[in-house]
């Protein structure tokens, strides 16, 4: 192999390294069998939440893990490997990929990190089926509300039966 190779596949793995490293999820997959369109639309889902989907060679990544954490997700770099990553929302891809693969039989969810933690496969459709963030905080500002509002309704009540008391 000449030196030029060996330099960029060096690179390659340098590349594959610091996208592993930054990430604060990556979730490893099996694309065989999706078609065209299908890897388009998911894709395109990915993009849309700021999540980074790329096809690596299996020895790409296999030197990319060695002497990290993630050295686990090595027995995942098998058959064709596409592996999604998001530096920002650390369940997105989770999420968009369990959804996708609900719809699609031929996508295979094969592991991966969440929150730079190496998770299961079980785990990862754990993750998946967790509100959104957003769905989250909607949450907790309702159940932030509820005390004010009976708290508004208590004082109301007493209000209006004060005001009923001076009108009779």
Known sequence: M???AI???AELVKEANGLLTDAESAIVVDYRGLTVEEVTDLRKQLRDADVKMVVIKNKILDRAVKGTDY???ASTFVGPTAVAFSNEDPIAPAKILKHFADDHDALEIKGGFIEKDIKSVDEINEFAEMPSREDLLSMLASALQDP????ARAVKAVADKKNDEEAA
Do not use: Q, V
Request: aromatic content about 0%; cysteine-free.
């Open 148 to 151: 004010m509002r009976k708290i």
């Open 71 to 73: 050295e686990d997700l």
């Open 7 to 9: 330099a960029k596949k």
């Open 2 to 4: 000449s030196e030029t």
